[in-house]
């Protein structure tokens, strides 16, 4: 049993690229397949002895009710984005951390591979990555973000917009842990950029208000003040549910038995 490793799951968003299909409820209750994403994720965590679990909501918040969770509220989900949403558990950022996206499903193995990691930070990047993204998107390089290693597979560069392939050794998919001091000095760097920010320019992206951030965005100004984040390398194994053409793309390879191409259901 995993009894301090806790789990943070963050479901605040109102998910308007899958409309219709959110707009009576959150992304996370989107059913793919035969289960809602969050039911997905709670069978796999539950599965591997994590108990302590915690979901971020937001829009729609009344129509999640899953028992034994605990529950957090960002009544800012419209104007706020993923940094400032896991930081609505902050009093869960404690001991050993899995931090996950409300939007994606995973192989078991996956999440065992990041439980095992025993490195202060670590994010789950997929390095089969341009498989997926050809299938989802008619130019792949307009939605994939830079994510660059070093020779110990530490990260070095993490969501920037790329202009070339040669700049993507992986692809961050939503899936991260912390632990032992990895945890404090993220509370404190992020307190310390919230605070700066009140300067009127947002230290961890200029270009968007400091609410706005994005966990890249976090990620990335934890490396430039000389954090090691580890990279916890997978091939496949995952699903983003972003849109409503990958809500069809899934439905379509399920039902012609080509899914596991991508993830295998059994796996999960």
């Keep these: 049993m995993n009894n301090k490793m806790k789990a943070i799951i963050l479901a605040a968003g109102q998910g308007q690229r899958l409309r219709p299909l959110t707009n009576d409820k959150p992304k996370c209750m989107v059913k793919l397949f035969t289960k809602s994403l969050l039911d997905w994720q709670i069978k796999n965590f539950c599965n ?38 896991l930081f609505c558990a902050e009093s869960k950022l404690q001991n050993d951390v899995i931090i996950s996206y409300g939007d994606i499903i995973y192989e078991k193995k996956i999440l065992e591979k990041i439980i095992d990691d025993n490195n202060d930070m670590a994010v789950v990047i997929d390095k089969s990555w341009r498989k997926y993204w050809e299938m989802r998107f008619k130019n792949p390089l307009n939605d994939a973000e830079s994510l660059t290693l070093d020779d ?19 692809q961050y998919i939503g899936l991260m842990k912390f632990q032992n001091s990895g945890i404090e000095i993220l509370k404190e760097f992020y307190k310390k950029m919230k605070n700066l920010s009140k300067l009127d320019v947002n230290p961890l992206n200029s270009s968007i208000p400091f609410q706005k951030s994005y966990m890249t965005d976090l990620l990335q100004g934890l490396i430039d003040e ?17 849109s409503i053409d990958d809500y069809n793309l899934y439905n379509k390879k399920f039902n012609e038995n080509t899914l596991s191409e991508l993830i295998d259901l059994k796996k999960l």
């Design 152 to 170: 110990n597979g530490f990260i070095k560069n993490i969501g920037q917009p790329i202009k070339e392939i040669n700049q993507i050794q992986g």
């Design 226 to 242: 000389g954090c090691k984040i580890k990279s916890i390398p997978i091939n496949n194994g995952w699903l983003e549910l972003d």
């Design 48 to 85: 591997l002895g994590i108990s302590d679990i915690s979901i971020v909501k937001g829009y729609k918040s009344e129509k999640i009710s899953i028992p034994n969770v605990n529950y957090f509220h960002n009544s800012k989900y419209k104007e706020t984005n993923m940094v400032e949403t």
